[in-house]
Antibody, heavy 112, light 112 residues
Framework: QVQLQQWGAGLLKPSETLSLTCAVYGGSFTNYYWSWLRQPPGKGLEWIGEINHSGSTNYNPSLKSRVTISLDTSKNQFSLKLSSVTAADTAVYYC??????WGQGTLVTVSS | DIVMTQTPLSSPVTLGQPASISCRSSESLVHSDGNTYLSWLQQRPGQPPRLLIYKISTRFSGVPDRFSGSGAGTDFTLKISRVEAEDVGVYYCMQATQFPRTFGQGTKVEIK
């Protein structure tokens, strides 16, 4: 049974870089896209981007200039970096395998 | 970006009665490979989203058969045949035909 466990800093100051990592347990890394999404408090879902097992990425154009998604197949982990954060980036961030298996979510708050 | 519009945004339902949510996309969701990548997700309070249905009408593993999806092109529907207490939450439609992946605003299902 596939499980995703994510972690990272929950409180950032404006202009800092958000960094989150997601570990995949119980499943293969190949043949899937590994996604990051976010949900501002009380609001809907936003797709940030995805990466496949060979490292090919797709990003949301609204965030593309600030986003990097990478993977470490030796550790079955993939990561999200979002640079130059502002208060508008405050959200619960989720990692997911496609859209079928999700991490527990990490609340990231950006505040001075 | 493809805009996904859900109606209604709130649906008070009596236990045991049916519920229906509509989702309309701003463009056809038929992919060049012939598939239509329209999914429905459920988000219970305080939890990550859960995939219910993908490719319009295919129930994901473990999803009760009281959930069904239908539609084509730009118009889609999620139906719950008999609402149970555990169905309370927000339901999202989502398209994965084009980048960026986009979601509807969400429909809140609550018990009357």
């Amino acid at each position: 049974q596939v499980q995703l466990q994510q972690w990272g800093a929950g409180l950032l100051k404006p202009s800092e870089t958000l960094s989150l990592t997601c570990a995949v347990y119980g499943g293969s890394f190949t043949n899937y896209y590994w996604s990051w999404l976010r949900q501002p408090p009380g609001k809907g879902l936003e797709w940030i981007g995805e990466i496949n097992h060979s490292g090919s990425t797709n990003y949301n154009p609204s965030l593309k200039s600030r986003v990097t998604i990478s993977l470490d197949t030796s550790k079955n982990q993939f990561s999200l970096k979002l640079s130059s954060v502002t208060a508008a980036d405050t959200a619960v961030y989720y990692c997911a395998r496609g859209f079928s298996h999700w991490g527990q979510g990490t609340l990231v708050t950006v505040s001075s | 970006d493809i805009v996904m519009t859900q109606t209604p945004l709130s649906s008070p339902v009596t236990l045991g009665q049916p519920a229906s949510i509509s989702c309309r996309s701003s463009e056809s969701l038929v992919h060049s490979d012939g598939n239509t990548y329209l999914s429905w997700l459920q988000q219970r309070p305080g939890q990550p989203p859960r995939l219910l249905i993908y490719k319009i009408s295919t129930r994901f593993s473990g999803v009760p058969d009281r959930f069904s999806g239908s539609g084509a092109g730009t118009d889609f529907t999620l139906k719950i045949s008999r609402v149970e207490a555990e169905d309370v939450g927000v339901y999202y439609c989502m398209q994965a035909t084009q980048f960026p992946r986009t979601f509807g605003q969400g429909t809140k299902v609550e018990i009357k």
